[in-house]
């Protein structure tokens, strides 16, 4: 299966970007799928999960009110939504197959990286 992620950036403080991740080789009716980043010189951090059903998703605490996940199953294809940006959101995000929130799965599940960056 591949994971492919675009829409990242260089954004200012305060601005928007929305990352896209499209799948294939599998269908999102039944997997979840997770967005985390990692920043240099920082451990990876999950950032997002939605579940099969679309319904329910679960957010880190440091992105909670700014970031909203969703996804579309008939383009096979999971969106970020990043608001109000931060300095401290510039990182290489990654789709990954699967739920990032406690456990990072296997590189294997990841896509290829979007790299989004904050500055004035």
């Known amino acids: 299966f591949q994971l492919v992620e675009s829409g990242g950036g260089l954004v200012q403080p305060g601005g928007s970007l929305r990352l896209s991740c499209a799948a294939s080789g599998f269908t999102l009716d039944y997997y979840a799928i997770g967005w985390f980043r990692q920043a240099p010189g920082k451990e990876p951090e999950g950032v997002s999960c939605?579940?099969?059903?679309?319904?329910?998703?679960n957010y880190a605490d440091s992105v909670k009110g700014r970031f909203t996940t969703s996804k579309n199953n008939a383009k096979n294809t999971v969106y970020l939504q990043m608001n109000s940006l931060k300095p401290e959101d510039t990182a290489i995000y990654y789709c990954?197959?699967?739920?990032?929130?406690?456990?990072?799965?296997?590189?294997?599940?990841w896509g290829q990286g979007t790299q989004v960056t904050v500055s004035s």
């Open positions: 990954v197959k699967g739920c990032p929130m406690s456990t990072i799965p296997p590189s294997d599940y």
């Open positions: 939605i579940l099969p059903s679309g319904e329910n998703t």
